[in-house]
Nanobody, 129 residues
Framework: QVQLVESGGGSVQAGGSLKLSCAASGVTSSRFCMGWFRQAPGKEREGVALFGGGCVGSTTYADSVKGRFTVSRDNAKNILYLQMNSLKPEDTAMYSC?????????????????????WGQGTQVTVSS
């Protein structure tokens, strides 16, 4: 049974940093593609970053976070991370990690949250100006 549990969210001022963690169980690192999505109030869920290991394709980021966010994975601990630097108020959202075993490229998966059957409960990130 797949279980994803996020942590690390919080409130920061613009320009600050946060590191999110997603502890995964029931997920084999080589067989599952994992990543981060976010959803702000009144907006659709959007892809933030997918970690290349276990995916078809390389690590992929949304244009809005390139150069500021870094996704990584500790396979030994089965934890997915999202290091977020230079945070902006528009980064405010509920951040969720997700996993899928669809053999589809990361470029496509980043825009297809509907192809991820496994989700964590989410962790809130609030960035104030």
């Amino acid at each position: 049974q797949v279980q994803l549990v996020e942590s690390g969210g919080g409130s920061v001022q613009a320009g600050g940093s946060l590191k999110l963690s997603c502890a995964a169980s029931g997920v084999t690192s080589s067989r599952f593609c994992m990543g981060w999505f976010r959803q702000a109030p009144g907006k659709e869920r959007e892809g933030v970053a997918l970690f290349g290991g276990g995916c078809v394709g390389s690590t992929t980021y949304a244009d809005s976070v390139k150069g500021r966010f870094t996704v990584s994975r500790d396979n030994a601990k089965n934890i997915l991370y999202l290091q977020m630097n230079s945070l902006k108020p528009e980064d405010t959202a509920m951040y969720s990690c997700a996993a899928t075993n669809w053999d589809i490229t990361t470029l496509t998966l980043l825009n297809r949250p509907d192809l991820f059957p496994y989700w964590g409960q989410g962790t809130q990130v609030t960035v104030s100006s």
